[in-house]
RNA sequence: UCCCCGGUAGCUCAGCUGGUUAGAGCGGGUGACUGUUAAUCACUAGGUCGUUGGUUCGAGUCCGACCCGGGGAGCCA
């Protein structure tokens, strides 16, 4: 907004233009885009604008009697760039409080050919603006989202703040494979068409930009850690990277992740923050975003306000893994996955416990060893871990922690177990040596979340730029 | 990666068991009308029916391959 010179009035954002935060009377600049126009041949016309501060947009009353209304002011149509100076008026007609009297309109761009621009001010397939992903921010649906996106990262922060942890900017580039699983990115500028090689005839990643293999992050998790053991209190927060070749509604090779560690803490620590946490950052949301939630509401998931509410209002079901398998065993129910002792529980699995059997978010805690990872607590039983995930309806595992394995002598077994090379994981193993402490920490994928919050179906639709198997444009 | 479904105008879709010039709504243009609200009405322009082989007198429609998209599953957050 550095067009302003100072002959004109103040920028007044749309959101404060609704807001009333405008005196009638006053003059103001308002800048933004044009989302439709209508033409009234009793000398006027009405231009809706909207900036992106809120999901309404402003009118402006603009009267033929100015100078470029002929030339300029009828050619505007839907994704038109203009500033205006006008005086903020009562609304004489339905619909709005108030509207803006146009001075003038300083038409910035025009949109280049209106018959193919592709926001329309109608109902997109998202499908369609997926493909479009560089002008979707404009429809309301991606304002709102865009703005939800931003208030839950702030209400995230501002959980943790409050509660004295240290955001800690673990690396994006790194060296181990975080967890033993799952396909990572490689990270190289060696020449892919003429690689180096060793005299044993293998890839000399000597030679590469680390002198070493080098991948994107899966997980901040065990870098964290090394925090958590220093400042007691600590979560990362930032971008995270799987090169599964998963195609669904719920993964993304890029997305961003949540994991707080903390020190001193045990499961039962762990599942209590992670209720704080999650009835938090919805009750924030609700608060600050009233208004886009009402949309969500409104169009896309008729519960996305009431589900929150109750998320909030109501504790947690906490159920030992256990106690969900038998569950699952009494239910009658025909599953595609036979249920028992040991197995992991599948989608499907989840979806009864939350949406049938609770019809509430769930924290399933202490599975079995074997489907867990490495770094887990071995509870006393030997057979389970002090793993838990918190399942929501709609959406699954939502968030998946554990109390991680402290004692030195039990993490160099489960690691033997799981085949990881101790060498690789020394200065993790070092965080047992030198002052070892109980800790525990979780995993939240930012965008489930905001699947959650919103009620949109796909995970594609709550970032901004989503990025999927054979699928990386923009 | 597996299983389903789909790809027709700028967008959302219709097009029945293959049959002549491929339709509608919205959006665009033109005009009428109106302090309008995704305005309304009339007229108008706009399509190599995903690509490529094949079957057929004839293919948007049937078959094969491929590409792309969606839903579900696995993996997970």
């Not at 709005?96 to 397939?125: N, R």
């Not at 993304?252 to 009835?279: G, S, T, Y």
């Not at 554990?402 to 489960?414: F, G, I, N, Y």
Request: hydrophobic share 40%.
């Amino acid at each position: 907004m550095s067009t302003q010179s100072s002959a004109l009035p103040p920028v007044a954002s749309v959101k404060a233009l609704l807001a009333n935060e405008h005196a009638q009377g006053s003059d103001v600049l308002v800048q933004g885009w044009v989302r439709t126009r209508r033409d009234s041949k009793a000398g006027f016309s009405f231009v809706h604008l909207n900036d992106g501060s809120c999901l309404n947009n402003i009118q402006l009353v603009a009267d033929q009697a100015l100078p470029n209304y002929q030339n300029e002011i009828l050619k505007l149509t839907s994704g038109s760039s203009i500033q205006c100076v006008g005086t903020v008026v009562e609304s004489k007609g339905k619909g709005q409080s108030v509207e803006i009297q146009v001075k003038t309109i300083e038409v910035m761009g025009l949109v280049e050919d209106p018959d193919t621009y592709p926001i329309q001010p109608k109902q997109h397939s998202y499908e369609f603006l997926r493909s479009v992903a560089h002008l979707r921010p404009r429809t309301n649906t991606f304002g709102a989202v865009t703005r939800i996106r931003h208030a839950a990262a702030q209400a995230i922060h501002r959980f943790f703040d409050e509660q004295g942890y240290c955001w800690v900017n673990t690396p994006i580039i790194t060296a181990s494979d975080a967890e033993g699983a799952g396909q990572l990115f490689r990270v190289s500028t060696l020449d892919l068409a003429n690689l180096p090689k060793t005299d044993s005839g293998h890839i000399d990643f000597a030679q590469d930009f680390f002198g070493q293999e080098t991948f994107l992050t899966v997980s901040g998790q065990l870098n964290v850690e090394a925090f958590c053991l220093a400042m007691s209190k600590v979560y990362t927060f930032g971008p995270t990277f799987r090169a599964e070749n998963s195609n669904t509604s719920r993964h993304l090779a890029e997305f961003w992740m949540v994991e707080p560690e903390v020190a001193f803490a045990d499961l039962n620590d762990l599942a209590h923050l992670a209720e704080q946490f999650l009835k938090s950052v919805f009750s924030d949301v609700l608060t600050h975003c009233a208004e886009d939630m009402a949309f969500f509401a409104d169009r896309i998931e008729p519960e996305a306000i009431t589900r929150l509410e109750k998320v909030i209002e109501s504790p947690f079901i906490r159920m030992d893994y256990g106690e969900a398998i038998k569950i699952l065993e009494a239910s009658g129910q025909k599953f595609e996955y036979p249920v028992s002792w040991g197995t992991d529980l599948q989608t499907e699995h989840e979806r009864f416990l939350t949406e049938v059997h609770c019809k509430a978010p769930v924290v399933v805690v202490n599975y079995p060893d074997a489907i867990k990872a490495f770094y887990m607590r071995l509870n006393d039983d030997n057979e389970t871990v002090a793993a838990m995930d918190v399942l929501a309806p709609g959406i699954g595992e939502i968030i998946g922690g554990s109390q991680r394995e402290e004692r030195l002598d039990v993490l160099q077994k489960r690691m033997a177990h799981h085949g990881l090379d101790a060498e690789t994981y020394r200065w993790f193993l070092d965080l047992r040596r030198y002052g070892t402490v109980p800790h525990a920490g979780f995993g939240l994928g930012f965008e489930r979340l905001l699947n959650y919050i919103t009620g949109l179906g796909n995970i594609r639709d709550v970032i901004p730029y989503p990025r999927t198997p054979k699928s990386a444009p923009f």
